[in-house]
């Protein structure tokens, strides 16, 4: 009997140190990581990365300019939800009530549509998109819209890979919003390719 009771101590003493050694090496860790270590200073910075599509064409990856304004992600579905736009035009809020809020553009009376804004470059040129946003109808698209003169314009709306290329120089409309790639499309089945696409 002795013999179990001093084995069974032996044992508790084994697993006392192991929680022991475990809580002093994680205290360890957690010391080091937040007063010994420095994390290296990120630096944002122009980059060239691989087109995966096509090797041979450098593709440079723009940096987000200051006057690219952000929105938390604005979903308006309604001219009240407007305020929730920061940092845009009237015109613009105007030509987003007008072009699709009050039409419900896609939908019937089933389903009520929103319009999802991103981001706004110099005024002049958005990115977003539109969805669903009471009812269960299917859909959605990302967007691009831009100034004309003095008229906002949807200049493309799509479910593929990327923006239609020509629109998008028709337009010269910046890769800080459409993004590096776009897509040629050579027929009416959408069916296309993919290509770099820079444009400041």
Not at 44 to 56: H, R
Request: net charge positive; with cysteine.
């Amino acid at each position: 009997m002795k013999k179990h009771f001093s084995q069974k101590g032996s044992m508790e003493a084994t697993i006392m140190i192991c929680l022991v050694l475990a809580l002093i090496t994680a205290l360890g860790w957690i010391f080091w990581q937040n007063f010994v270590h420095k994390a290296p200073d990120i630096k944002a910075t122009e980059t060239s990365v691989v087109n995966k599509k096509n090797p041979d064409i450098p593709q440079k990856q723009v940096e987000l300019k200051q006057d690219v304004k952000f929105n938390p992600v604005a979903v308006v579905s309604s001219k009240s939800d407007l305020s929730k736009l920061t940092d845009v035009s009237d015109d613009f809020k105007e030509f987003i009530n007008t072009k699709y809020l009050e039409k419900n553009v896609g939908y019937g009376t089933e389903c009520q549509a929103g319009i999802m804004v991103e981001r706004v470059y110099k005024q002049s040129f958005a990115l977003g998109g539109f969805g669903v946003v009471k009812g269960e109808c299917a859909g959605g698209a990302r967007m691009i819209w831009a100034k004309s003169g003095t008229t906002w314009i949807e200049v493309d709306s799509t479910q593929n890979a990327g923006f239609d290329c020509a629109k998008l120089k028709k337009y010269t409309f910046p890769s800080v919003l459409a993004g590096n790639e776009c897509s040629v499309y050579t027929n009416s089945n959408n069916q296309g390719s993919v290509q770099a696409y820079t444009q400041e």
